[in-house]
């Protein structure tokens, strides 16, 4: 076991009882294309999360599972970059969702952030929290994602579910998003199946702004990330 593989194993094994048991009973699996039970897995580290990779229980297939926001950041200097990127990201609560119940978050994002870091932003922006696998897709073909694809599996050394996908660490918003009006699905958590539309509105020069993302406009109200189970209501 390497010393970084230590490190997460230590870190992981410092949560709790009651968090390990919620993250190792809910993977996806892409065989089985449902939530499983993580088994005979290793801890390592990636950026600010703990991956952990292992084996599906039921199917025996490569799964894993990013735990994110458990190990300590350190800041660092980034370059100044020019460009401010203005999105509209809207959830598609179901499929009966109208202009009138719309749920959309207009964020202001540097083009030198990575999708991995815009994605993070997304989902703050709907008080979400970043515990599952995602990906940047260029359009849905019924089932499946179709075009440029940018996942987080390639990231953590997993199968894509899209072929020629890239990954997020390293693919800044401005590579992926070249002019106004360009669209992407935002997909989070492949078993609760969370789809958003990203629209890119506008392309600013920052000049001597603030380049911290940031959420300009909130319409709607988001929905719970985890509601309470039927049983639980009817308990209380």
Request: hydrophobic letters at 40%.
């Amino acid at each position: 076991m390497t010393t970084e593989s230590m490190k997460a194993l230590k870190i992981w094994q410092a949560l709790p009882a009651e968090t390990k048991r919620a993250v190792l009973g809910n993977v996806w699996c892409s065989e089985c294309r449902t939530s499983v039970t993580i088994c005979d897995y290793s801890a390592h580290l990636n950026g600010n999360a703990v991956v952990l990779q292992g084996f599906c229980a039921v199917c025996g297939h490569k799964v894993a599972r990013v735990v994110e926001g458990c190990v300590p950041s350190v800041k660092k200097v980034r370059p100044v970059s020019a460009g401010l990127y203005i999105f509209d990201v809207w959830l598609w609560g179901d499929a009966k969702c109208t202009m009138k119940n719309r749920i959309i978050r207009k964020i202001q994002i540097p083009g030198a952030k990575s999708l991995y870091q815009f994605a993070e932003v997304i989902t703050q922006a709907f008080d979400f929290d970043l515990d599952h696998c995602f990906g940047f897709y260029e359009r849905r073909e019924r089932h499946f994602f179709a075009g440029k694809a940018f996942e987080f599996f390639v990231d953590i050394g997993e199968e894509p579910t899209v072929s020629g996908a890239k990954g997020v660490k390293r693919t800044k918003v401005k590579q992926a998003f070249k002019s106004s009006g360009e669209k992407m699905i935002f997909f989070f958590d492949y078993g609760d199946s969370w789809q958003f539309e990203v629209e890119l509105k506008e392309i600013k020069l920052a000049g001597k702004q603030s380049l911290k993302s940031i959420v300009l406009e909130k319409i709607g109200k988001a929905p719970l990330q985890y509601p309470p189970c039927e049983d639980d209501v009817e308990e209380e």
